[in-house]
């Protein structure tokens, strides 16, 4: 039986803790027609109470299970809590994902409650109320306050019998995440308060976060980092969180909110260095040389390097004109950016390292709390995904690739999981019987112990002339192409790789616009696919080995997104889903004109 070391014994202990710390200081802010709207740390506790209590005259108790089908809001952190001070598991899970995977999550975890959003998600969740003989009460945040299913009715239901908060064990599992995966049926990672606190802890050990500290949320708490790094990391400090709205509206609430803080996934940043790219394309330039020998000045001097005269003047002036008014449009008090869940390019951590925001880049999984791995302040690389956190171990398994650097990623440590639910064999595969979880990553450590991802091992694959490709890193490059939204990279068993690419519109439209192209059928038109043959060569020239380069693309304008199944919810590709829809299109590129 693990103990608890730290900071926090549990996620009540936590939740406890900082309420009453805090209890005057704002801690969620919610967009209304009038504003911003928030609630204090003390406002908070009250509501936890509240809903533990309500949930218990539903009759939740010691390990059971509460769905939650929203995306972040107020109530997803308020049921959370309640539900941990019960003992009980807290299972969430998307809005945007279909009801028959509600439906499996539901079953899988035995949810004695689900708790569903809108109205239109309670009505699908009642749709499937049949299929699931265990469940018990479905609850509505929105339903009117005399539905007997509403949020207040539940709260009604308590308000006469308050609850204790129960002190769980370490051990103690504190809910599912349920990975969506990028093959197969969603996996229950089962949490304890013991993994999570352990990451908690560890951010407390590393980074200095204040109650003065502010985020814009938009990582959705369902997803280990969203959940762990940005509700519980946060919470634990006393820091506030302002809940946004809806992606579209991220750089306009980033101005009204200003936050301190932003966690983030690379796509988020890419699309920010993607738009100042696309800006200084159209400046004279005197403009765009400045900007690119500022962005080396600034890597240099944050490398620890002394800058000449020249250099430093040319860096003001760059702040002036440039990188100050981005700071502005992102609220004008970003100090650090944290990213997580794939791979961040170097040239993009540069270019937000330059802006005068420190980039901290980590690594982990789902299955690891999520840390493993950070940079933070004193000990950073850019490129790397930073040093094992405190308490963790990293060892890389060479045997597995046959490699004399790169290896199969493990990690040993409090973090790690109690494992899958209902999954023994799965089990038996990742957890070693030393503790360690093979991680199916692969990555080499430095000589001063900083981690470096290569990729994965499940999306390695072969060409014809026995050289391996790890495609996501090289997708990762192609992307910063500002005219390419997404891309795949496809060659298993072939004499090269090929690129199905989904050109960026906006910046398509424009070019054609520019020259004077009538775009018609995009995927077919000569001139776009000379265009993005080009894009593609001119992004894997430093990057890419030789061979890896692609010979020739196919393009789609249709998006990889969520809605379409072809991205999970954390934006990782389902090649699976991809190559069932384009991989006869694929293939059928070898040997075609052109295509050597």
């Known amino acids: 039986m693990a103990e608890a070391s730290g900071k926090f014994a549990n996620l009540v202990d936590l939740c406890r803790k900082s309420c009453e710390a805090h209890a005057s ?106 299929e699931l003989p265990n469940l018990k009460h479905i609850i509505g945040l929105e339903l009117p306050a005399d539905d007997a299913e509403s949020w207040q009715a539940m709260i009604e239901a308590g308000k006469d019998s308050p609850v204790e908060p129960r002190s769980p064990a370490w051990d103690d599992i504190a809910g599912f995440i349920y990975t969506s995966g990028t093959t197969g049926a969603p996996k229950g990672v089962k949490l304890s308060h013991g ?37 519980h990391g946060l919470l634990s400090m006393g820091a506030s969180l302002a809940l946004n709205d809806d992606i579209p509206n ?61 250099e430093k003047l040319q860096l003001a ?16 008090r970003l100090n650090y950016a944290i990213s997580g869940s794939a791979a961040l390019s170097p040239d993009v951590a540069r270019f937000i390292d330059a802006l005068g925001i420190q980039v901290y880049e980590g690594y982990g999984l789902t299955e690891t709390s999520p840390i493993a791995t950070a940079n933070f302040p004193g000990a950073r690389k850019i490129g790397s995904v930073g040093k094992p956190i405190p308490g963790v171990k990293i060892v890389i398994d060479k045997a597995v690739t046959g490699d004399a650097v790169n290896g199969e990623i493990l990690v040993y440590g409090p973090n790690v999981m109690k494992g899958y639910h209902h999954r023994e064999d799965e089990n038996k595969a990742v957890l070693m019987e030393d503790g360690g979880f093979r991680t199916g990553d692969m990555g080499r450590l430095d000589d001063d112990g900083y981690l470096w991802i290569t990729g994965r091992i499940k999306e390695q694959y072969k060409l014809e002339n026995g050289k391996y490709v790890v495609p996501s ?31 960026d519109k906006a910046a398509l439209d424009k070019w054609a616009a520019d020259n004077g192209v009538d775009l018609g059928d995009v995927a077919s038109n000569p001139k ?44 990782k590709l389902k090649r699976n889903k991809v190559l069932e829809i384009y991989g006869a299109k694929l293939d059928g590129m070898y040997g075609r004109p052109g295509s050597e």
């Open 25 to 130: 200081r704002e801690l969620f802010g919610t967009k209304t027609a009038s504003g911003w709207s928030w609630i204090t740390y003390g406002e908070f506790a009250k509501m936890v109470d509240a809903v533990r209590a309500g949930l218990a005259a539903m009759g939740v108790g010691e390990g059971d299970a509460v769905g939650m089908v929203a995306d972040n809001r107020v109530e997803w952190a308020v049921a959370a809590y309640a539900t941990y001070g019960l003992n009980a598991r807290f299972v969430p899970t998307y809005e945007a994902t279909k009801p028959s995977e509600w439906q499996f999550i539901l079953s899988d975890c035995d949810a004695k409650v689900v708790i569903g959003s809108k109205v239109a998600i309670v009505e699908k969740l009642r749709g499937i109320r049949g």
């Open 195 to 231: 993994n999570i606190c352990s990451n908690v802890n560890a951010i407390h050990e590393c980074f200095t976060f204040s109650p003065e500290d502010r985020s814009l949320s938009f990582l959705p708490w369902a997803h280990s980092f969203g959940q762990t790094c940005e509700l």
């Open 250 to 310: 991220l750089i306009p609430n980033l101005a009204d909110v200003k936050p301190t803080i932003l966690f983030a996934v690379p796509r988020i940043f890419n699309r920010v260095y993607d738009s100042l790219n696309k800006q200084m394309a159209e400046r004279p330039g005197f403009i765009q040389s400045l900007f690119h020998t500022a962005i080396e000045a600034a890597a240099k001097r944050n490398g620890g390097g002394t800058l000449g005269l020249g």
């Open 317 to 332: 002036l760059a702040d002036k004109l440039i990188f100050g008014k981005v700071r502005d449009k992102l609220g004008g």
């Open 473 to 503: 890193p090289l997708e990762e490059e192609l992307k910063l192409s500002p005219l390419i939204a997404n891309v795949m990279i496809y060659g298993t068993n072939k004499p090269h790789n090929v690129a199905l690419v989904v050109p």
């Open 528 to 571: 776009v696919i000379e265009l993005l043959k080009a894009e593609v060569a001119a992004h894997s020239k430093g990057a890419f080995k030789g061979y890896e380069r692609p010979k020739d693309i196919l393009i789609t304008t249709d998006d990889f997104t969520t809605d379409n199944g072809l991205l999970t919810p954390t934006m």
